[in-house]
């Protein structure tokens, strides 16, 4: 059994809480209730994230929802993105990563270098309201984001993908 303290600052579990190291479930999309626990975990999310004004998206496990979605608010309006998946191909281009990048759960750090993050992805997901399935392309920070945030689902965090350094704003 995981002994480590569960930290929760303004909704959002900190780091080193368990929860954002074991992977999520995905929202089982043919049962009826789901869209209710969707609209639920949706409005938890946003209303976390409208405390947060540095932050652009959460993942669902940040809050302690042990499902796969997550909210961000990249385009100014909020979408929910319900079970992601990447579609990483073997040839596709990685480089380091294109700005600084935060995490909510870790306050106070920001990567500069020591990882990389792929600058176009195929992505696939499930978009709420209207639970229609988006297959699409996306690159530079849209891609940033949605790596990170998909990483929060599989139990990760940017420590996790560290290669060299990292700073520590003040």
Do not use: W
Request: glycine fraction near 4%; charge should be negative.
């Amino acid at each position: 059994m995981n002994d480590q303290p569960l930290i929760i600052k303004d909704g959002i579990y900190q780091y080193p809480s368990p929860i954002l190291s074991r992977p999520v479930a995905n929202y089982d999309l043919d049962l009826p209730e789901t869209e209710q626990e969707i609209h639920r975990d949706s409005m938890r999310l946003q209303s976390v994230l409208d405390q947060t004004p540095q932050g652009v998206a959460i993942a669902a496990n940040q809050c302690g929802i042990r499902k796969s979605m997550f909210v961000h608010r990249l385009h100014g309006d909020y979408m929910t993105v319900i079970n992601p998946r990447l579609h990483i191909t073997p040839d596709q281009y990685v480089e380091d990563i294109l700005i600084p990048e935060g995490c909510l759960s870790i306050p106070g750090m920001t990567v500069h270098i020591g990882f990389k993050r792929y600058r176009q992805i195929a992505v696939s997901y499930f978009e709420y309201p209207s639970l229609s399935f988006i297959e699409e392309t996306i690159e530079d920070f849209e891609a940033q984001m949605f790596q990170h945030e998909y990483d929060h689902l599989c139990g990760m965090t940017i420590l996790d993908r560290l290669y060299f350094d990292y700073s520590t704003s003040s």
